[in-house]
């Protein structure tokens, strides 16, 4: 099967500073990737759709200047989280579908837990 | 407004006893039906699709387009099906996939 990977899987940071999580698709081009931010035992949160070559989508009450989101190849996806403070503290999770047509299922990343202290 | 709804956060079953998860949506237009699922410490992953019509350990799932529901069934649930399923409709032309809540699946011996 297809193969998502997201690095890092865990993040610590300092109040303030900013991190990029990667999501990469292994082993097939990804014209769209999907981020979502999930709570503890709560569902996914879809935050913003990136399209490659194109500005990312965002949902309602998503900050675009604080989840800034670069699609900037098929293969590679990146999630920068600026200023970050504690509650942004979550799980935050990628996933990737294949160009071409028929559209297939999503395909996801094992997830990266940020930690803002 | 898209919105897919599972009604149950928590669902509790014998083992060999049969279990229903449901999921309902209200979408303008005709999404594909996905479920998903997510066992303890892994990372999402396909359990089925409508389209393809096909039994995936055991599961299936029916999409009633007129009660606009994709309710996901097995007859003789097992321990190791215990894990958080979560209904998810994809829209091809808008290219938005969500997910509903996620109902936890525990299934005890």
């Known amino acids: 099967g297809a193969v998502v990977s997201q690095h890092p899987s865990r993040v610590i940071c300092k109040s303030g500073t900013s991190v990029k999580i990667e999501c990469r698709s292994l082993?097939?081009?990804?014209?769209?990737m999907f981020w979502y931010r999930q709570f503890p035992k709560k569902s996914l949160m879809l935050m913003a759709t990136?399209?490659?070559?194109?500005?990312?989508?965002?949902e309602q009450g998503v900050e675009k200047d604080k989840f800034l989101i670069n699609h900037a190849s098929l293969t590679l996806s990146t999630l920068t989280v600026t200023s970050a403070h504690p509650e942004d503290s979550s799980f935050y999770i990628c996933?990737?579908?294949?160009?071409?047509?028929?559209?297939?299922?999503?395909?996801f990343g094992q997830g990266t837990r940020l930690t803002v202290v | 407004a898209q919105r897919v709804t599972q009604p149950e956060k928590l669902l509790s079953v014998f083992k060999g006893a049969p279990v229903e998860l449901k999921c309902n949506y209200s979408?303008?237009?005709?999404?594909?039906l996905f479920w998903y699922v997510q066992y303890s410490r892994q990372r999402l992953q396909l359990l089925l699709r409508?389209?393809s019509r096909e039994s995936i350990k055991g599961f299936t799932a029916d999409l009633n387009k007129g009660e606009t529901s994709f309710h996901l069934k097995k007859p003789f649930a097992q321990e190791e099906d215990s894990a958080m399923y979560y209904c998810?409709?994809?829209?091809?032309?808008?290219?938005?996939?969500?997910f509903g809540a996620g109902t936890r699946l525990t299934v005890k011996p």
């Open positions: 996933s990737a579908r294949r160009t071409g047509s028929p559209p297939t299922e999503a395909f």
């Open positions: 082993d097939f081009q990804a014209t769209t």
């Open positions: 990136s399209n490659e070559g194109s500005k990312a989508t965002y």
């Open positions: 979408y303008s237009g005709s999404p594909e």
């Open positions: 409508h389209i």
């Open positions: 998810a409709p994809l829209m091809y032309n808008n290219n938005d996939m969500r």
